[in-house]
């Protein structure tokens, strides 16, 4: 390899693309609003007022700009968006299939859904006994309504953890990068499951909607599993990557 080759080499790898500039400056505004939110616990709990049963529609508070932003989060992974949503979240629709050519394997893609999907719950379960150990906390009262909120918002500051720096979850999935995610689009319902134990109209329609991306996400994977598949699906491949959002695995994988 020549010099101006390997020059060349370290100019794309330092690169980064405008889907993970985004994504960096996602994560820094989710890390301001955690340590607000932490602040905001000791200094002004009243803040929190619209977590209580009938207290979202009592007085406009911050919370209610979060809930709005969660809520637009979810709404753009149930409807199709040409640009700045990464394909991990919308290979569910048809506009973003690119179907292999030459067609594909039909038992290989049907071995894959299964193996992934066995992983998927695996994850499913561990993560399930988790909550159901805040539940608990929750039931002796050894924790409130303000603190399983905060658990919510960490969690989404761990969710740009595992986009960007590195995702605990690809042990169990062997997922080579978020594009390919087979529980990409679960974010939000691990999100916010700490909410189940919350009553009110802010935790409910959280949860509900969440859920509802969770169905329509495992129902196109059953319906069609071919837009899940790099094998059956080319828009997955690393050669036809657009977003680079995982810069540092397709760095490896190159």
């Not at 790898?13 to 602040?39: E, Q």
């Amino acid at each position: 390899m020549n010099e101006r080759t390997a020059t060349n080499l370290v100019a794309v790898k330092k690169k980064i693309s405008p889907m993970r500039k985004n994504y960096i400056a996602r994560f820094i505004g989710r890390c301001i609003v955690l340590c607000l939110s932490i602040l905001f616990a000791f200094q002004d709990p009243a803040v929190f007022a619209p977590l209580e049963a009938g207290g979202f529609f009592c007085r406009f508070s911050l919370l209610h700009i979060l809930w709005l932003v969660w809520m637009g989060d979810m709404l753009l992974q149930m409807v199709y968006v040409k640009k700045h949503v990464p394909l991990g979240s919308q290979k569910l629709f048809r506009q973003r299939y690119l179907p292999a050519k030459g067609g594909f394997d039909a038992d290989g893609l049907r071995n894959y859904i299964r193996e992934r999907t066995r992983s998927a719950y695996q994850v499913f379960l561990i993560y399930g006994l988790g909550i159901g150990a805040l539940g608990l906390f929750r039931h002796l009262e050894f924790i409130g309504d303000i603190s399983l909120l905060i658990v919510c918002i960490f969690f989404y500051v761990c969710d740009l953890i595992c986009v960007l720096i590195w995702c605990p979850f690809r042990i169990f999935m062997k997922t080579r990068c978020c594009t390919e995610c087979r529980i990409f689009n679960w974010d939000h319902l691990m999100m916010f499951s700490p909410l189940l134990f919350v009553d009110g109209f802010f935790a409910r329609i959280l949860v509900v909607m969440a859920t509802a991306v969770f169905i329509l996400w495992e129902y196109s994977i059953m319906a069609y599993p071919e837009r899940f598949w790099e094998m059956s699906n080319e828009a997955l491949k690393c050669s036809n990557c657009t977003d680079k959002l995982c810069s540092q695995y397709c760095g490896k994988r190159r």
